[in-house]
């Protein structure tokens, strides 16, 4: 388990020195959802990185519309309340370790919109076509304001790279046989 005040730029430090201690130089990182972030943090803050793949990454702050605001009013009121306001919590939070969820918070309320423009390395974004949880819009966004990336879409929600494990394993491919064709 981590400290309690870690934060992405502690995941971020964390995985450069295993990278270190195997004497791994120039990478390609594949980050899939939180690791997205984390390789978001990395790319864009180091020469080290050859090579990016985000699959349905986090790292854009969500939309929140009308029915948010209101569910997250509803939230306070029942805190002030007393009430039992767990079914306002995502399955993914209630399901961490008590010490894990303050972190858990943190970083994915942390907006990594303007690091994307940093990243210099080449990048592909192989989304799942049906995911709710990081949703069309940011990859999008990725797109936009990383310079050079590709997009490739995939049937299947957030864990389209399981449900669709062939399709991902060739686009995966795909874009690393371009990106060593194009060092050499």
């Not at 502690?10 to 939180?34: C, E, M, R």
């Not at 790319?43 to 029915?67: C, E």
């Not at 008590?98 to 592909?124: A, Y």
Request: charged share 25%; with cysteine.
């Amino acid at each position: 388990m981590p400290p309690k005040n870690w934060g992405l730029h502690d995941y971020s430090a964390l995985t450069l020195t295993l990278l270190d201690k195997y004497g791994l130089g120039n990478v390609i990182l594949v980050g899939h959802s939180f690791g997205g972030r984390v390789a978001i943090d990395i790319a864009s803050g180091s020469d080290r990185v050859a090579g990016l793949a985000l699959v349905s990454a986090a790292g854009v702050k969500p939309r929140r519309g009308l029915l948010y605001r209101l569910r997250h009013r509803r939230f306070l009121h029942d805190k002030r309340k007393g009430l039992d306001v767990s079914k306002y919590y995502s399955p993914d939070w209630l399901a961490l370790p008590e010490n894990m969820r303050g972190i858990f918070s943190r970083v994915v309320s942390l907006d990594l919109t303007d690091k994307l423009g940093d990243i210099r390395c080449p990048t592909v974004l192989i989304w799942g076509k049906e995911d709710r949880e990081t949703p069309m819009y940011m990859c999008g966004v990725m797109k936009r304001r990383i310079r050079g990336a590709e997009v490739i879409l995939i049937k299947g929600g957030h864990f389209a790279y399981a449900e669709d494990h062939a399709a991902f394993v060739t686009a995966l491919a795909g874009s690393i046989e371009k990106w060593t064709q194009h060092s050499t």
